[in-house]
């Protein structure tokens, strides 16, 4: 096996290197950085220029670059299949590369800071769970949508730390803007959060 | 003709020319503004409309963007965003023709190769307009006539100026994917039984939809 094996498209979505589990609960960064859960494991097995940022809790797509260069990683860690949320997440991520008119209706290009809040509420999911579509407004806001028999949600999130939501279950409909605090949210989100 | 859209004070024709003119992501708010109420419903929105839309045609929103399309192959609620702030459009059944249709669905297609037609969604416009969200018992969207020269059967759904905050936004979103069916996507084969399609470019149609 490969040292540094890229999972997804153009290199964004989801990586496995050195056997590390990135972690998709913690992540708060956007774009090319990866948060790393365990990394004190594989801190030994990387090159300096990785090492460095080994304190920190993100890591660089740059020192996976790094290490595969200098070729002096090799782990024996079993592949690890790209997980449901992390598809969502890099389904997200490649939206940086839509521009305005992305729908040909005029619809406005991503707003990076909407996206960044909905990745770190995709990555709030418990396990198992019902997941929700990602999806883009035409005002570049990013949203997440579920359907099913039981239950419709509707989140928007509006780029300036708050997140506006409208949900149907079990005959009840909910709706309001919330700060978008992941660890303080109204009970409404539960089933959300947790199915 | 010029003259029958004036309501009042309220110039129809010259507001939907004026709406969103300096920004276009405000155009629906521009509209409200100076025609509060679906006061032009019943006025021509432009020089190439045959007739206002009545309560009881069905108007058809075509589906195009495969960003507007969940993992199961049903819409989500984002094909409707539009008609927050630029106008979602949409097609009158009664006056567009197979011979506009093709190449109205076919222009669209080549102004992005990540377009495909997957599906179109209908409703009628009385159902349309009947919607409300619930801190308002106003009407939460009007249905306007806004031909194009290319296409005269073209009208837009706009939000009204009884939806407020965010929450409300969604929610008509909500009632909107409702009114259109709920989520399910009318293949392009099955609409008016196959024969838009089949005029369709074969390349055009083969082309697969990329997420």
Redesign the interface.
């Known amino acids: 096996m490969s040292a540094t094996q890229y999972i997804g498209t153009a290199g964004t979505a989801a990586v496995l290197a050195f056997g590390i589990n990135l972690c998709p609960s913690t992540a708060n960064s956007f774009g090319s950085e990866f948060a790393v859960r365990n990394i004190s494991k594989i801190a030994t097995t990387l090159p300096a220029s990785a090492r460095k940022r080994q304190a920190g809790s993100s890591f660089s797509t740059h020192d996976f670059g790094a290490a595969a260069n200098d070729q002096v990683v090799q782990s024996n860690v079993a592949e690890r299949q790209t997980s449901p949320v992390e598809r969502i997440v890099g389904e997200m991520r490649r939206w940086t590369a839509l521009s305005d008119d992305w729908d040909g209706q005029g619809a406005s290009a991503p707003l990076e800071q909407s996206v960044k809040e909905a990745v770190a509420f995709v990555r709030m999911l418990a396990p198992g769970i019902p997941l929700p579509d990602p999806m883009v407004h035409a005002n570049g806001r990013a949203g997440l949508f579920w359907q099913d028999g039981q239950m419709y949600a509707d989140l928007e999130f509006l780029g300036d730390g708050r997140m506006a939501y409208y949900i149907e279950r079990t005959g009840d409909k909910h709706k309001g803007v919330v700060h978008f605090d992941l660890l303080n949210l109204p009970p409404v989100f539960h089933p959300l959060l947790q199915g | 003709m010029r003259g029958q859209e004036v309501i009042g004070d309220v110039d129809c024709l010259a507001i939907a020319l004026a709406s969103g003119k300096v920004n276009?992501?405000t155009r629906v708010g521009d509209f409200n503004q100076a025609a509060p109420d679906c006061c032009c419903e019943n006025q021509r929105m432009s020089d190439y409309s045959p007739r206002p839309v009545s309560n009881d045609e069905v108007v058809t929103r075509f589906v195009?963007?495969p960003?507007?399309v969940?993992?199961n192959g049903?819409l989500?609620?984002?094909l409707f965003?539009?008609v927050?702030?630029?106008g979602c459009?949409v097609q009158r059944e009664a006056i567009a023709t197979r011979a506009e249709l093709v190449p109205w669905i076919t222009a669209?297609l080549n102004?992005?190769g990540t377009?495909t037609w997957i599906g179109t969604v209908a409703s009628s416009c009385s159902a349309i307009r009947s919607l409300t969200v619930?801190t308002s018992d106003r009407r939460a969207v009007a249905v306007y006539d806004t031909a194009e020269p290319e296409n005269p059967a073209h009208a837009e759904l706009f939000q009204t100026q009884y939806v407020i905050?965010?929450?409300?936004?969604?929610?008509l979103?909500?009632e909107l994917l409702k009114a259109f069916g709920g989520?399910a996507i009318g293949m392009p084969d099955a609409y008016r039984d196959g024969v838009v399609w089949t005029d369709i470019d074969p390349v055009l149609r083969a082309r697969p939809m990329q997420?």
């Open positions: 276009p992501s195009f963007a960003l507007h969940r993992r049903k989500n609620s984002s965003s539009q927050q702030n630029t459009s669209f102004k992005n377009f619930a905050d965010e929450a409300d936004k969604i929610e979103r909500a989520g997420r």
